[in-house]
């Protein structure tokens, strides 16, 4: 099985899984868990862009909180494909499943693993060099096609990265905006 039908087969299952282990109710019940520790994905080192009050007063984050919805944007669907794709990079698990999960619970239900056994088996398919550029990988929104404001496709031509990817690397996949935020529901 070459790479991108696994990584295709990792995200559908990805997307069972969702609802279940990988998803965002899992995501909310970890975040509830350990509200002193953002997500490593959204960690930054960056100064804040907004003054704040305090020296130890915290950088706004982009992600939703609690039961506060995403924006059902563009921008938001470009920023959870990049946080997927930086997570390829880092094989960074928790931040792929989250974000695949709804596309890696139809792989599972195809006879695949869980996201995360899954997700572990494209982490070894992909080099090194293509990883180190993932992490870095951004992506064209001139290339990003929005179908609705509830589905947007990412093809490939819109990653922008240090390496080449195929369509049987890498692929393309649509996000779709499921209970409050963007999640890649499915490869093409």
Do not use: W
């Not at 509200?35 to 915290?58: F, I, L, M, R």
């Not at 990883?131 to 929005?146: F, I, S």
């Not at 947007?152 to 990265?161: D, G, H, Q, Y």
Request: with cysteine; glycine share 6%.
């Amino acid at each position: 099985m070459n790479t991108r039908t696994m990584v295709s087969a990792a995200v559908s299952a990805c997307v069972v899984v969702a609802a279940c282990a990988c998803g965002p109710e899992k995501a909310t019940e970890d975040a509830a868990a350990k509200p002193s520790q953002p997500p490593a994905s959204t960690t930054s080192k960056e100064p804040s862009a907004v003054p704040s009050a305090s020296a130890g007063a915290e950088k706004p984050s982009a992600a939703p909180t609690g039961n506060q919805p995403a924006p059902k944007t563009k921008e938001r669907a470009i920023q959870r494909y990049e946080q997927y794709l930086h997570g390829l990079g880092r094989e960074d698990i928790a931040t792929v499943c989250e974000v695949a999960g709804p596309g890696a619970k139809k792989a599972e239900e195809q006879g695949f693993g869980p996201c995360t056994s899954t997700y572990v088996i494209v982490f070894q398919m992909i080099s090194p060099e293509q990883k180190k550029a993932l992490r870095t990988a951004t992506v064209d929104p001139g290339r990003v096609v929005v179908r609705s404001p509830d589905r947007i496709e990412m093809p490939l031509e819109a990653v922008r990265s240090s390496a080449t990817f195929t369509e049987s690397d890498l692929g393309s996949y649509t996000l779709e905006y499921i209970k409050n935020d963007f999640y890649i529901t499915d490869g093409q």
